[in-house]
């Protein structure tokens, strides 16, 4: 809710005290007064935390002006009003200035993707006219107006910072098209130096073709030791992405860090099947969404988390700290890299919550709208390779996390059941480890819990 104040000087009475960046100009020290029967007139809209907006200055003293455009300003209670304002425009009425927004709390810059706009094209308010990649998500950079992109300041591929200067638009309707090939290849052509001109001045002397030594054509036989190499022009150097630097980064430093060890085991998935195939109608009609095996596994870790809390904790320096909330991150294949969201106090939820948010997430994933906290954090990940037809694998762990559990590809297997030889899907599963911390009895017995509550659900039901 807005509170609105209006104040109306008259002739004589003190001017309040502005301060700003560029639109807002004075010709006199801080304190100043109307000597002039003009009056002036603001309004100010005030926010809960001191920010507002001034909406209309008219009518100012001669020699002292003031940009009649809308700007954010912050205001102080303070004995004297005192306001500071950062204009949303350069000094010219006509052109606005693209900076890049504030990219998150952890985030210092970000790297110049692409630009959806070039120079000619118009665009909206709040229309994307770039996209910044940082290490984990990308951020679009909005249009603050409506106009036609006149200028771009930076290229794609160039790092920024918050506040950084990235495109200038106009707002006139008739802004006249420049082609970036006009402005690069002006500074593409260097102008001529003078030892240039006098080079070209100076008569060159060429020598006959009789003088030089026929050359000898290449050999094509090589040793046999020398390597048959493919040509250099049958090879792209493409720069890596931020996402892909930093998953990069991640996955070395935990093979560093960590003294990883994997132990396996194999599921007979007939029993979760069998329910997911039984109630998977049902179970759309009253929920909305479709009843997946991925819930199941979730259910089945966080229970076995519950059974071995150490697998939950992770080692801090000297210390090991002890999470009493589980956390499950699921990790998610994009195009442009690996993705890891974090289902949010897992123990809480039950079948329908844990689909929503995988679906919610795997969206977001695909569309790249995951956001910084949204992937922060995590207790224990679960990577479902079997989507993709792995069938055997060894995780790496994801840190600050001590535990990963690999899922793969189901496959019928013959498999001795009651003495008989009966095939049933099966599921090799892995956990990796942080041995560090977690002893091998510990992850046997973790991965044991799950084997056991995915091949009978019910003892989720009898906590048995």
Not at 311 to 328: C, P
Request: net charge positive; glycine share 6%; hydrophobic share 40%.
């Amino acid at each position: 809710m807005f509170g609105v104040m209006r104040r109306r000087v008259a002739s004589g009475s003190p001017s309040p005290w502005l301060l700003c960046q560029a639109v807002q100009k004075f010709r006199t020290g801080p304190s100043v007064s109307a000597r002039s029967s003009a009056t002036v007139e603001k309004e100010i809209a005030f926010r809960p935390g001191g920010w507002g907006f001034v909406r209309n200055f008219s009518h100012i003293t001669p020699g002292r002006w003031i940009n009649l455009k809308p700007m954010r300003v912050a205001v102080h209670p303070e004995a004297t009003m005192r306001t500071w304002g950062r204009p949303f425009s350069s000094d010219n009425g006509d052109t606005v200035d693209v900076v890049v927004p504030p990219l998150a709390e952890s985030i210092s810059d970000g790297t110049l993707a692409t630009f959806l706009k070039r120079p000619g094209d118009r665009v909206n308010v709040d229309e994307p006219i770039a996209q910044i990649e940082t290490d984990k998500v990308t951020i679009d950079v909005s249009s603050p107006e409506s106009g036609v992109i006149l200028k771009l300041l930076a290229n794609e591929g160039d790092t920024v910072e918050p506040g950084n200067k990235i495109a200038i638009i106009s707002r006139s309707a008739d802004a006249t098209h420049v082609a970036p090939s006009e402005t690069t290849s002006e500074k593409a052509t260097p102008k001529p130096t003078q030892k240039v001109r006098e080079e070209k001045k100076a008569p060159k002397v060429e020598t006959t073709p009789a003088a030089e030594k026929p050359k000898a054509p290449p050999s094509t036989l090589k040793s046999p030791t020398e390597p048959q190499l493919p040509p250099k022009e049958r090879e792209r150097r493409v720069p890596m992405t931020r996402l892909r630097k930093r998953v990069a980064t991640r996955l070395k430093d935990s093979q560093n860090t960590f003294a990883m060890l994997t132990t396996f085991n194999e599921v007979d998935m007939t029993n979760l099947m069998k329910l997911r195939a039984d109630y998977k109608d049902a179970f759309v009609e009253k929920h909305g969404v479709k009843l997946g095996l991925m819930s199941g596994f979730v259910k089945a870790a966080v229970n076995a988390l519950q059974h071995q809390p150490i697998v939950n904790a992770v080692i801090d320096g000297d210390d090991i700290i002890y999470r009493d909330y589980i956390d499950i991150s699921i990790a998610v294949g994009t195009p442009k890299g690996l993705v890891v969201p974090v289902i949010r106090n897992a123990d809480t939820m039950n079948f329908a919550d844990i689909e929503k948010q995988i679906n919610a997430f795997a969206k977001k994933a695909n569309d790249g709208s995951l956001s910084i906290d949204e992937m922060a954090g995590g207790t224990l990940t679960i990577s479902n390779g079997g989507v993709y037809g792995s069938l055997l694998s060894t995780p790496i762990i994801n840190p600050p996390q001590s535990a990963i559990l690999g899922m793969h590809s189901i496959v019928s297997r013959p498999t001795v059941v009651g003495g008989n030889i009966v095939p049933r899907p099966m599921m090799y599963v892995a956990l990796t480890y942080d041995h560090r911390i977690i002893d091998g009895r510990e992850a046997v017995f973790f991965l044991r819990r799950i084997k056991d509550i995915v091949e009978d659900p019910r003892r989720l039901l009898l906590d048995i």
